[in-house]
């Protein structure tokens, strides 16, 4: 069988030569100590096929970065498999496209060899015919608007010179259409996702999509020449070539083609570098960063959720109030604690109720839906109508929907603060930043990285290193003489720094002052990042903190407002949602 | 430098917000410093030191000052910037002076607000970050090159496009195969006419061949002190070996570059003293102050003799036919092939130079260097040359906790037999 991992590979002389071929199609990988941890997941696991190949098989190499180019050298040990090698050249003139014609000339040879008669001109000629044919048929597929998990079936059959027949499922209409680029991406589980949020995806153009299939290849005197110009000039670059975001770009015109509302741009950790794939202005897009394979979902969902509803201009349509009820129900089940907030028609907070998480989340929601009831004694018909928020929001199951926490963030402190441009929210185990425009509506907006730095999480390890709680923290933090810097923003290093601290003999003080400068560091990177400007609404539960409000106060130069129960906007906003959907 | 840095860096931090008035005080700065390293340099250390040492701040301070100035990666052919008179200056040398005064984290949390994703190397995030910064002029050239590593070209690209500078990148096919080598002469003609372009003057390709010359002999004097090195060592810092690659590959073909290595084997030659133990450098050392700057010291047991990149791009380039033998110094540098190539290359080297053990330095973001590491541990050990991988960050001194390194290092010296 002959193998391959890029999409530079000319799918063209592999038709040509009609010997079997498929594109390593695999998502699992075990650490191996040969590949280094710097080196991206998809490389992890074609190095884990090239492993698995026996010496029948030969295996295509396209050094199309350092990875690719570090894990072909390496199968050339560890792996049965025969290999030959094309040099990807990473410029798009005429003489790089010279250069990789000889590249595929050589390719053609070995593929003669393995099949053990020469590819004729003629077949070569028909390679480009069935290879025009099967990109024409997938494009065919997207104007029909068929689901895109169909499609993604039909690209991976075609990476493989086959041609899929779809069942004919279609996308829903008047739900926003979305488009990713960038990144390679092709998990159906994504694609599920991007479903349940309430949107359809109607094109992948990354190299796990269709990037591979565009771009013109005519019928001409020199074959060769004639794909090496589809691979080098005329399809979509990837990620390693320089000139890619110029108005010019093959990926604009398929964009503006396919009327996607919103585009994704995924960039793949340790690959896509400068986010700069070019999306026409006029599309809104976001930039997310991913891994492969695809790991927490669930923050991702809330990243592009909060996307969709931002394409959605607020929630749509007001529904009838449900029975008689006159109150709303905002929870919020985020992964420290699960907020619960009851309003009634004047957004007045008429009781509010914070728990732990816990491990069960669903749980403790319903724990607090029946103590609230109890207080205020009222049934489940009292309830006009509930939306749940955060983290956990699609596991409170009595709630008539979800909307994202950047949205009812978004939501609680415009309606506190109606000034309010920017909100902080540092929660426990994740940070936010939102911008807003004048009327109130999400325009960007950053969320920490999977990880405890910049969250109340980090706050509350090195309270327990220093045997201090938070308010003595911020309380010595006022006493600090030494500007003292905790280098380490990841919360295991930073913990043995200052454990090394306190054994230097340093001050509690000053360690303390220090800690809040290194969370807040990471908190005005976001802040930057968005282009955030005041006023600052301060959400969370760490906006109680003294030490931390000071502190981020001084490194942005802004004042900030701080809501009287700031762990409790998400729910609060959540609750305003439902009461605006009812009450109109 | 290191200490002394850090605190220029710290007042220095006080006008971050203020570009111009930043440049002004980091020029005065360093303008002494190149100074006293021309003018006041310590004696009793080894003159291939104090040149290097001079060469590598004056690069910087030249750029710092503006006038003729190319950004240049460290394989980018200098010869052709320098033969116009042209000022090359590493990207990564910009990178490393942030971060010797600690002030990296600023370019990079420019960089992070301009969508440059952190899993991209420091040292191309910090340049990136300080062009945007406009701490530096604008250069009249950026010029890259697609190997050592991937990175390069958008960096580089990025850089130009802050600047609205020319930008020319020359791709350099992996493989080191003769038949590549017409392919990247082409484009090295093609950058010629884009200097001559901006310099609206012919190309003195007389220079340019002076400066080869140079570089010939440059060549043949690292050879001759590679034989030396094989018994004898001079007493380095560890950013030393940082900035004597980082001179040697961005001033290749200048006289200065060739008193350096004339230096070097007198040096060498008249070397009295030597460590317990000796060792090899992988890939590039951690530029800011860091507990390894005391581990590996001129006073230490245990030293450094050498980088990796020292002896990369050394080849025999030829006055006579100057374009196209700078294209094979290119193509086949040794840098530009496979793992094991790269493995051959530093087992010979290793070997040569009877060092106890050679350190990787996994540079967080390299691909190119650390893709390559596991497989360098298990060649080195079937040879019996203990090995270390250091991962770290060689730029962001807020990445990991020096403590970490030290520990590591510590051990890997217990291992080869060294006490505190
Ligand atoms: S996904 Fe990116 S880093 Fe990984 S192999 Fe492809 S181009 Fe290289
Ligand atoms: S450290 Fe590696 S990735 Fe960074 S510039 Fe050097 S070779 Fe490139």
């Given at each position: 069988?002959?193998?391959?991992?890029?999409?530079y590979?000319?799918?063209?002389?592999?038709?040509?030569?009609?010997?079997?071929?498929a594109k390593i199609?695999?998502?699992?990988?075990t650490?191996?100590p040969l590949?280094h941890?710097n080196?991206?997941?998809?490389?992890k696991?074609?190095?884990?096929?090239?492993?698995?190949m026996?010496?029948?098989d030969?295996?295509i190499?396209?050094d199309s970065?350092?990875?690719?180019?570090?894990?072909n050298d390496?199968?050339r040990d560890?792996?049965k498999a025969r290999?030959?090698?094309?040099r990807?050249?990473?410029k798009?003139d005429d003489?790089?496209?010279n250069f990789y014609?000889?590249?595929?000339?050589?390719l053609?040879?070995v593929?003669?060899?393995?099949?053990?008669s020469s590819?004729t001109?003629?077949e070569?000629?028909e390679?480009?015919?069935?290879?025009n044919?099967l990109?024409?048929y997938l494009?065919?597929?997207?104007?029909?608007n068929l689901k895109?998990n169909?499609?993604?079936?039909?690209?991976?059959f075609?990476n493989?010179g086959?041609?899929y027949?779809?069942s004919?499922?279609y996308?829903?209409?008047?739900?926003?259409?979305?488009a990713v680029?960038?990144?390679?991406?092709?998990d159906r589980?994504?694609?599920k996702?991007?479903?349940d949020i309430?949107?359809e995806l109607?094109?992948?153009e990354?190299?796990?999509g269709?990037?591979?299939?565009?771009?013109?290849t005519f019928?001409?005197?020199?074959?060769?020449?004639?794909i090496?110009?589809?691979l080098i000039?005329?399809?979509?670059?990837c990620?390693?070539?320089?000139d890619?975001e110029s108005d010019?770009?093959?990926?604009?015109?398929?964009?503006?083609?396919q009327k996607?509302?919103g585009?994704i741009?995924?960039n793949?950790k340790?690959?896509?570098?400068?986010d700069d794939?070019?999306?026409?202005?006029?599309?809104?897009s976001i930039s997310l960063?991913i891994d492969?394979?695809?790991?927490?979902?669930?923050q991702?969902?809330?990243r592009?959720?909060?996307?969709?509803e931002?394409?959605r201009?607020?929630?749509?349509g007001a529904?009838?109030r449900k029975s008689?009820?006159?109150?709303?129900l905002?929870v919020?089940s985020?992964?420290?604690?699960?907020n619960l907030?009851?309003?009634?028609?004047?957004e007045?907070?008429l009781l509010?109720?914070?728990?732990p998480?816990g491990i069960?989340?669903s749980?403790?929601a319903?724990?607090?839906?029946?103590e609230a009831q109890e207080?205020?004694n009222?049934t489940?018909d009292?309830?006009?109508?509930?939306?749940?928020?955060g983290?956990g929001?699609d596991?409170?199951?009595?709630?008539?929907?979800?909307?994202?926490e950047?949205?009812?963030h978004?939501k609680?402190a415009?309606?506190l603060?109606?000034?309010?441009?920017?909100?902080i929210?540092?929660?426990?185990?994740?940070?936010k930043?939102?911008?807003?425009d004048?009327k109130?509506?999400?325009v960007?907006f950053s969320?920490?990285?999977k990880c405890?730095a910049g969250?109340?999480?980090?706050?509350?390890?090195?309270?327990?290193v220093?045997?201090?709680d938070?308010?003595?923290?911020?309380?010595?933090?006022e006493r600090?003489r030494k500007?003292l810097s905790?280098?380490s923003m990841?919360t295991?290093?930073?913990?043995?720094e200052v454990v090394?601290?306190?054994?230097?003999g340093?001050?509690?003080n000053?360690i303390s002052?220090?800690?809040?400068r290194s969370?807040?560091?990471?908190?005005v990177?976001?802040?930057?990042r968005v282009?955030?400007?005041p006023p600052?609404v301060?959400t969370?539960?760490?906006a109680r903190?003294?030490?931390?409000?000071?502190t981020?106060?001084e490194e942005l130069?802004?004042?900030?407002l701080i809501p009287?129960i700031?762990?409790i906007?998400?729910?609060?906003?959540?609750?305003?949602?439902?009461?605006?959907?009812?009450?109109? | 430098?290191s200490?002394?840095?850090?605190?220029?860096?710290?007042?220095?931090?006080?006008?971050?917000?203020?570009?111009?008035?930043?440049?002004?005080?980091?020029?005065?700065g360093m303008?002494l410093?190149?100074l006293?390293?021309?003018?006041f340099?310590?004696?009793n250390?080894?003159a291939?030191i104090n040149t290097?040492?001079?060469?590598a701040v004056?690069?910087?301070?030249?750029?710092l000052?503006?006038?003729?100035?190319a950004w240049?990666n460290?394989?980018a052919?200098?010869e052709?910037l320098?033969?116009?008179g042209?000022?090359?200056v590493?990207?990564e040398g910009?990178?490393?002076t942030m971060?010797?005064m600690?002030?990296?984290?600023?370019?990079?949390s420019l960089a992070?607000?301009n969508?440059?994703s952190?899993?991209?190397?420091?040292?191309h995030?910090?340049?990136?970050?300080t062009a945007f910064?406009?701490?530096?002029?604008?250069?009249?050239?950026v010029?890259?090159t697609?190997?050592?590593c991937?990175g390069?070209?958008?960096?580089?690209y990025k850089?130009a496009k802050?600047?609205g500078?020319p930008?020319?990148?020359?791709d350099v096919?992996?493989g080191r195969k003769?038949?590549y080598v017409?392919?990247v002469?082409r484009?090295?003609y093609?950058?010629i006419?884009?200097?001559?372009?901006?310099?609206a003057?012919?190309?003195?390709f007389?220079?340019?061949?002076?400066h080869l010359e140079w570089?010939k002999?440059?060549?043949?004097?690292?050879y001759?002190?590679r034989?030396?090195l094989?018994s004898k060592s001079?007493?380095?810092?560890l950013?030393?070996q940082?900035?004597?690659?980082?001179v040697?590959?961005?001033l290749?073909?200048?006289k200065e570059?060739l008193?350096?290595?004339?230096?070097?084997?007198?040096d060498?030659?008249a070397?009295?003293t030597s460590p317990d133990?000796?060792?090899?450098w992988?890939?590039?050392?951690?530029?800011?102050?860091n507990?390894?700057?005391e581990?590996f010291?001129?006073t230490g047991?245990?030293?450094?003799v050498t980088?990796?990149?020292?002896w990369d791009?050394?080849?025999?380039?030829?006055?006579?036919d100057?374009?196209k033998?700078l294209?094979?110094k290119?193509?086949?540098?040794?840098e530009a092939?496979?793992?094991?190539?790269?493995?051959e290359?530093?087992?010979?080297?290793?070997r040569?130079l009877?060092v106890?053990?050679?350190?990787?330095f996994?540079?967080?973001?390299?691909?190119?260097s650390?893709?390559?590491?596991?497989?360098?541990k298990?060649?080195?050990?079937q040879?019996?040359?203990?090995?270390l991988?250091l991962?770290?960050?060689c730029?962001?001194?807020?990445s990991e906790?020096a403590?970490?390194l030290k520990?590591?290092?510590s051990?890997?010296?217990?291992?080869l037999?060294?006490?505190?």
């Amino acid at each position: 069988m002959i193998y391959y991992a890029c999409s530079y590979v000319p799918l063209e002389i592999l038709l040509a030569s009609k010997l079997p071929f498929a594109k390593i199609d695999s998502v699992d990988y075990t650490e191996d100590p040969l590949v280094h941890r710097n080196l991206c997941g998809y490389c992890k696991t074609t190095f884990e096929s090239l492993k698995a190949m026996n010496d029948k098989d030969l295996f295509i190499a396209v050094d199309s970065c350092d990875a690719m180019r570090r894990i072909n050298d390496l199968a050339r040990d560890f792996s049965k498999a025969r290999i030959i090698q094309l040099r990807l050249p990473w410029k798009r003139d005429d003489e790089s496209k010279n250069f990789y014609r000889d590249q595929l000339a050589n390719l053609l040879e070995v593929l003669s060899l393995v099949r053990g008669s020469s590819i004729t001109l003629e077949e070569l000629k028909e390679g480009i015919k069935r290879f025009n044919d099967l990109k024409d048929y997938l494009w065919q597929l997207h104007r029909e608007n068929l689901k895109y998990n169909e499609i993604q079936k039909a690209i991976d059959f075609a990476n493989s010179g086959k041609r899929y027949q779809p069942s004919l499922k279609y996308i829903r209409k008047g739900v926003p259409r979305l488009a990713v680029v960038g990144g390679i991406i092709k998990d159906r589980e994504f694609l599920k996702m991007i479903e349940d949020i309430g949107a359809e995806l109607v094109l992948n153009e990354t190299c796990g999509g269709m990037r591979g299939f565009t771009g013109e290849t005519f019928s001409a005197s020199d074959p060769l020449y004639e794909i090496a110009t589809r691979l080098i000039q005329r399809r979509v670059p990837c990620g390693r070539f320089v000139d890619i975001e110029s108005d010019t770009s093959p990926l604009q015109k398929i964009l503006l083609s396919q009327k996607p509302e919103g585009v994704i741009k995924l960039n793949q950790k340790f690959c896509d570098f400068f986010d700069d794939y070019p999306v026409p202005k006029e599309i809104p897009s976001i930039s997310l960063e991913i891994d492969f394979p695809l790991s927490s979902l669930g923050q991702l969902s809330t990243r592009i959720g909060a996307f969709v509803e931002k394409l959605r201009k607020g929630i749509a349509g007001a529904i009838s109030r449900k029975s008689k009820g006159k109150y709303f129900l905002g929870v919020d089940s985020g992964s420290t604690t699960t907020n619960l907030v009851v309003i009634n028609d004047s957004e007045e907070i008429l009781l509010w109720k914070i728990a732990p998480t816990g491990i069960n989340g669903s749980v403790t929601a319903h724990k607090l839906l029946k103590e609230a009831q109890e207080e205020m004694n009222f049934t489940a018909d009292d309830i006009a109508y509930c939306v749940a928020t955060g983290y956990g929001r699609d596991i409170v199951d009595f709630a008539n929907e979800t909307v994202t926490e950047i949205t009812c963030h978004a939501k609680g402190a415009r309606t506190l603060f109606p000034h309010a441009q920017c909100i902080i929210d540092i929660g426990g185990q994740d940070s936010k930043v939102i911008r807003l425009d004048e009327k109130g509506s999400v325009v960007d907006f950053s969320m920490n990285d999977k990880c405890a730095a910049g969250t109340g999480r980090f706050l509350e390890v090195m309270s327990r290193v220093l045997e201090k709680d938070l308010d003595a923290m911020a309380a010595a933090a006022e006493r600090a003489r030494k500007k003292l810097s905790i280098s380490s923003m990841c919360t295991v290093f930073a913990e043995s720094e200052v454990v090394s601290l306190i054994g230097k003999g340093e001050s509690i003080n000053d360690i303390s002052a220090g800690l809040f400068r290194s969370i807040s560091k990471r908190i005005v990177a976001m802040y930057k990042r968005v282009k955030g400007q005041p006023p600052v609404v301060f959400t969370g539960g760490v906006a109680r903190n003294s030490g931390i409000v000071k502190t981020l106060q001084e490194e942005l130069g802004v004042k900030f407002l701080i809501p009287k129960i700031p762990d409790i906007v998400g729910a609060y906003g959540a609750a305003i949602i439902g009461k605006e959907k009812v009450v109109k | 430098m290191s200490k002394k840095s850090v605190v220029f860096g710290s007042i220095l931090r006080k006008f971050k917000d203020d570009p111009a008035r930043f440049r002004r005080i980091l020029k005065a700065g360093m303008g002494l410093e190149t100074l006293r390293r021309k003018k006041f340099s310590d004696k009793n250390r080894p003159a291939f030191i104090n040149t290097i040492n001079h060469l590598a701040v004056l690069e910087v301070f030249k750029a710092l000052k503006g006038n003729n100035v190319a950004w240049v990666n460290l394989l980018a052919p200098s010869e052709l910037l320098l033969a116009t008179g042209m000022s090359p200056v590493s990207a990564e040398g910009i990178s490393g002076t942030m971060s010797s005064m600690h002030l990296e984290d600023l370019p990079l949390s420019l960089a992070s607000s301009n969508g440059i994703s952190s899993s991209l190397c420091t040292f191309h995030r910090t340049s990136i970050g300080t062009a945007f910064w406009k701490v530096f002029p604008k250069p009249d050239i950026v010029v890259t090159t697609t190997i050592l590593c991937d990175g390069n070209a958008g960096s580089f690209y990025k850089i130009a496009k802050s600047y609205g500078a020319p930008f020319f990148l020359i791709d350099v096919p992996r493989g080191r195969k003769p038949e590549y080598v017409p392919y990247v002469e082409r484009q090295l003609y093609q950058l010629i006419e884009l200097i001559e372009e901006i310099t609206a003057r012919k190309f003195p390709f007389d220079k340019l061949a002076q400066h080869l010359e140079w570089e010939k002999q440059t060549v043949e004097n690292l050879y001759r002190a590679r034989k030396l090195l094989i018994s004898k060592s001079i007493p380095m810092h560890l950013y030393e070996q940082m900035n004597a690659l980082y001179v040697m590959h961005t001033l290749a073909g200048t006289k200065e570059l060739l008193t350096a290595s004339q230096e070097l084997i007198r040096d060498l030659e008249a070397s009295q003293t030597s460590p317990d133990i000796r060792l090899l450098w992988l890939h590039i050392p951690p530029y800011y102050d860091n507990a390894l700057f005391e581990t590996f010291s001129p006073t230490g047991k245990t030293w450094v003799v050498t980088d990796e990149l020292w002896w990369d791009w050394l080849y025999p380039v030829r006055p006579e036919d100057p374009i196209k033998s700078l294209a094979e110094k290119l193509v086949f540098n040794i840098e530009a092939g496979s793992v094991q190539e790269r493995g051959e290359f530093l087992i010979n080297l290793a070997r040569e130079l009877n060092v106890s053990g050679a350190i990787h330095f996994s540079h967080w973001g390299c691909r190119q260097s650390s893709g390559g590491a596991g497989y360098l541990k298990s060649v080195f050990s079937q040879e019996k040359i203990p090995f270390l991988e250091l991962t770290g960050d060689c730029v962001d001194h807020n990445s990991e906790s020096a403590g970490q390194l030290k520990t590591r290092v510590s051990a890997f010296l217990e291992i080869l037999g060294v006490k505190e």
